[in-house]
């Protein structure tokens, strides 16, 4: 019977680590009917900046993780009274089913 606990438990706890997200989430948004996870702009040391999102399939999957990103350095980028150049793009899925975009920007 001990046994049985502790696989269930470790079960429950490798479930809990994979099912985490693929961004940093420092702000989850619900839009349309799905979520998405954001994370913080940050600065690179070339002095760019990166947007991260995960989005749901409900949310676009990637095509909706790249534009969210997209919105999110945009909204940056204003918020400084500049314009949005990305740099790079790079997107990929979390456990096959949300879809996840990077982006490297600069505001001119």
């Not at 909204?75 to 879809?99: F, P, R």
Request: charged content about 20%.
């Amino acid at each position: 019977m001990k046994s049985n606990h502790i696989i269930f438990s470790l079960v429950v706890l490798a479930t809990a680590t994979l099912t985490g997200c693929a961004v940093n989430n420092d702000r989850t948004e619900w839009s349309g009917t799905g979520l998405s996870y954001h994370a913080d702009i940050t600065p690179n040391l070339d002095g760019s900046y990166t947007a991260s999102v995960e989005a749901s399939p409900n949310n676009g999957r990637i095509r909706g993780a790249i534009a969210l990103a997209t919105k999110d350095a945009a909204n940056y980028c204003k918020a400084q009274d500049k314009g949005l150049k990305i740099i790079e793009e790079k997107t990929n899925s979390h456990l096959l089913v949300n879809g996840v975009a990077t982006l490297r920007f600069n505001c001119i």
